[in-house]
């Protein structure tokens, strides 16, 4: 992580040390500790990214159990050496179809299911790409840490797409990219996922 991120790695271990002894710990005295941990987490985010307090502290308070990295899928799909995009509604810009994965569906389902949703393709999963840690590849950031799994996906239909979170979706060449949603995406993934395009017996990325 860049050291102008530094504060973000300390936000976060923090929380992620008060949510777990909250989980744990019966002792009242213990339990006033991890919620002013949990204060001085939410203060340094809040400093840094301008968002009200109380609002960053809400969503701390709002997570429980032992605290591990959230889980992003993002499907890969070329056709004619095209990269398939899809525009997010909530802010305008565009991204690779995925999102946040489900309890009890597996990588492999979870990303053709967002595929088809938010795009209208009937796809396979064929390959696992890369596995990043969201801190490291220029993502804005985020209360909590996360990895993001990149799959390959072999397009097999069209269909209808069923979507909430998008508003259009298209094939994009790598010198045509539109303006990325880069809380999902960024410009450096969508290289590399070209990167493998072209070189389809790389084995797989992580961090």
């Known amino acids: 992580m860049p050291s102008n991120q ?20 019966t002792n009242p005295f213990d339990i006033q500790r991890y ?55 909530a802010d305008g810009c565009w991204t690779l179809p995925g999102g ?26 064929s390959k696992l790409l890369a596995v990043y840690d969201r801190n490291k590849h220029g993502h804005p950031p985020y209360p909590f840490h996360a990895y993001k799994l990149f799959f390959l996906c072999d397009l097999l239909e069209k269909t209808e797409a069923d979507a909430l979170e998008t508003s259009d979706a298209g094939f994009y060449a790598e010198d045509r990219i539109p303006p990325l949603s880069l809380t999902r995406v960024t410009n450096e993934e969508i290289t590399r996922m070209f990167e493998h395009h072209r070189h389809p017996d790389w084995p797989t990325d992580f961090d």
């Open 6 to 25: 530094k504060w973000l790695e300390w936000a976060q271990q923090l929380q992620a040390l008060s949510q777990t002894g909250l989980a744990f710990t």
């Open 35 to 89: 919620k002013e941990i949990q204060q001085i987490a939410a203060e340094i985010l809040s400093s840094y990214t301008q968002v009200d307090l109380a609002v960053v502290l809400g969503i701390f308070q709002n997570q429980t159990g032992y605290a591990t990295p959230k889980v992003d899928s993002r499907g890969v799909v070329f056709q004619n050496d095209k990269i398939l995009l899809v525009k997010e509604l």
């Open 100 to 125: 946040w994965m489900d309890i009890n569906e597996s990588p492999g389902r979870a990303v053709e299911r967002e595929v088809r949703e938010e795009a209208g393709y009937v796809v396979k999963a």
